[in-house]
């Protein structure tokens, strides 16, 4: 049972949004540096509080212009990037809602990202631009930036785009909108256990919420200076990192993507003191020299009290969170001690349950599934998106988000992982859903039934694995099936959700009422 969206008398952010929250910082330190751009090549470039508004409100002004109204979605389909932060607040600013998606998506991903959303209008990069332009074949303008994410150009600009820099207009054309928290900000598409994946819809008051919650949990100043590579589609790094930072009024440096040999020296270059932190970047690190010097206090990071804390002399508190809570709803205290590997105790904004599978709670020391309960549109997320079904389910009988993970209660209060719903894998940092990966194999002639399972890999954590259903087994199969395969899930699906490996058999594990035994091949792939 979905709880009912909640306005309380005195809203926690009434007469406030996201423009205003800016504003407020513009107002108040306006020279003080919010986004500093640090790509691999050319130079860095920096955007105080009242430049990142100034470039906020003329691109706010140049979607206007571009009849981009109130409540409309805007597609920005970008790797790491200044436009990407700037649009996304610029369509704030204007009221409208971006449509954040992964930059590896592929043609049918991209197609159904466009029309599920209805977006208006894209911004995007000029090596994807070609890719945007033939699968959003329903938008009314294409923008795209100067440059793929810091690296020169080499895509010639499609027919009919326009380069990003048009977008700027006047400033007042934009002006600051009455405060709405109400009003829908972004929409994040997020892998479940069904075949495509769900947007996720954001409130003002989600994001506000996001950012000053994840300033409380990583005690985040305005002295301090938050690195962020992680993806800006995603809630790690728009709430955690660019929200966070801004509610804080602190300051924020971007690099395109991850890079260990660069990450100590930029470090180094911007005194930065917050990070997250995800196991591949760490794996990564672990190869490198540790600076005497670094200004590090406190990195977050899915668990707690790393090993490797000692090593890189950095403290890691550990979190819990999805896209559906936007901040994180367990995490541990930056002030107190906690169990190595733990994720922490129940954020204090939150209602947390971990239960058996007949709704009854779980004893200490067991596993049971997880659910949070909160304020949809203010700490929970709103809905998802043209999915009132999706939405509905997603709840229990109490009110309860269920998270499809699976924790457990340890005798001191905190919570350690345990597992994910069994058909999601967590691919370098990303989640993927098994019936994903599998609805793109079904279409491949040939194939009875398949399944998807996950392989443990040193670097990425996890990686997917097919089995194929073929009547007579690989005997029987056509001599390129495999190929065949490989050849519609590149087509079909971003890189990292393209299966390692491709396995034909005569029959499939099965369990009761017939369903495929998936833990049976999780012990094949994991024994070899």
């Known amino acids: 049972m979905r709880p009912a969206l909640v306005n309380p008398a005195v809203h926690p952010f009434s007469t406030f949004d996201i423009p205003h929250l800016l504003h407020t910082h513009a107002t108040t330190r306006g020279d003080h540096p919010f986004m500093i751009w640090e790509p691999f090549e050319g130079d860095s470039e920096t955007w105080t509080y009242a430049g990142f508004e100034e470039a906020t409100a003329r691109v706010a002004a140049g979607l206007k212009a571009r009849g ?35 930059a590896r998506s592929v043609a049918d991903e991209l197609t159904y990202f466009s029309d599920h959303a209805e977006v208006v209008g894209a911004i995007t990069q000029p090596k994807l631009a070609a890719l945007v332009q033939a699968s959003c074949t ?71 919420w996001g950012g000053k919650m994840c300033a409380a949990h990583e005690t985040l ?54 990070t997250s932190m995800v196991p591949f970047c760490l794996r990564a690190l672990a190869e490198h020299p540790v600076p005497a010097a670094h200004q590090y206090r406190l990195w977050g990071n899915g668990v707690a009290s790393l090993p490797t804390d000692a090593h890189f002399r950095v403290r890691t ?108 894998l967590k691919v370098g940092g990303e989640n993927v859903a098994a019936s994903e990966i599998e609805r793109v194999v079904m279409m491949v002639p040939g194939i009875q039934e398949c399944a998807v399972v996950a392989r443990k890999d040193k670097m990425l954590d996890e990686v997917p694995v097919v089995f194929l259903l073929v009547p007579g087994g690989e ?42 035994a998936k833990a049976e091949l999780r012990k094949i792939v994991d024994g070899e």
């Open 475 to 516: 005997a029987a199969a056509p001599a390129d099936l495999k190929d065949q395969v490989m050849a519609a899930c590149r087509k079909g699906l971003a890189d990292f959700k393209v299966p390692r490996d491709v396995r034909i058999v005569g029959e499939l594990p099965r369990s009761t009422l017939e369903k495929i």
């Open 68 to 102: 981009v109204k109130l409540g409309e979605r805007v597609l920005i389909h970008l790797d790491n990037c200044p436009e990407t932060i700037i649009a996304w607040y610029a369509c704030a600013r204007l009221g409208a809602v971006a449509v954040t998606t992964n």
């Open 221 to 274: 100043t305005a002295d301090d200076v938050h690195l962020c590579y992680l993806p800006l589609f995603h809630t790690n790094a728009q709430s955690y990192s660019v929200l966070s930072t801004l509610w804080a009024g602190g300051t924020l440096v971007v690099q395109p993507r991850f890079s260990a040999s660069r990450f100590w020296s930029v470090s180094l270059k911007h005194r930065c003191t917050w």
């Open 317 to 424: 508190i550990g979190w819990w969170g999805m896209t559906e809570t936007i901040t994180h709803g367990i995490v541990s205290d930056a002030h107190m001690p906690a169990p190595p590997m733990s994720i922490g105790k129940p954020a204090a904004v939150y209602e947390i349950a971990i239960v058996d599978d007949d709704g009854t709670p779980t004893k200490v020391g067991e596993v049971g599934g997880l659910l949070i309960r909160g304020i949809p549109g203010l700490s929970l997320f709103k809905e998802y998106l043209n999915n009132p079904k999706a939405t509905e389910e997603s709840y229990d009988d109490n009110g309860f988000f269920i998270t499809g993970d699976r924790v457990q209660l340890l005798e001191d209060g905190y919570i350690r992982f345990a597992d994910r719903d069994k058909d999601m």
């Open 138 to 208: 329903k938008i009314k303008w294409l923008s795209v930036t100067a440059t793929d994410n810091g690296a020169a150009a080499t895509d010639a600009l499609p027919k009919g785009a326009e380069p990003f820099a048009a977008l700027y207009g006047d400033a007042k054309d934009a002006p600051l909108r009455v405060p709405d928290p109400d009003l829908n900000i972004g929409v994040q598409y997020t892998s479940g256990t069904t075949s495509r994946p769900k947007g996720v819809v954001w409130t003002h008051a989600n994001a506000l």
